[in-house]
């Protein structure tokens, strides 16, 4: 699954991002597509959920980045 958030306003994005982490089942995977590094979304997951997701960098920039966000099964 593919989650772009590149056309969503920017206060709605990590609420969106954590709703699609929360519905995967442990084992599953999204691939996150943005158009800025998502580093300071890596450190609010590091915060709240240490241990408890996986985050492979596919693309880094300069136009779209796009990481795999998996929850650890």
Known sequence: MELDV???PPPQRHPL????FEELAPGQ?????????PKPLYYQFQAEL???FTWDD????????????G???
């Not at 991002?17 to 699609?20: D, G, N, S």
């Not at 995977?29 to 590094?37: G, I, K, P, T």
């Open 6 to 8: 590149r056309d969503v």
């Open 17 to 20: 991002i954590f709703r699609t």
């Open 29 to 37: 995977a999204f691939v996150l597509v943005n158009d800025h590094d």
């Open 50 to 52: 240490a241990g408890q």
């Open 58 to 69: 596919l693309e880094r920039g300069p136009q779209v980045w796009r990481v795999r966000i």
């Open 71 to 73: 929850k650890v099964g």
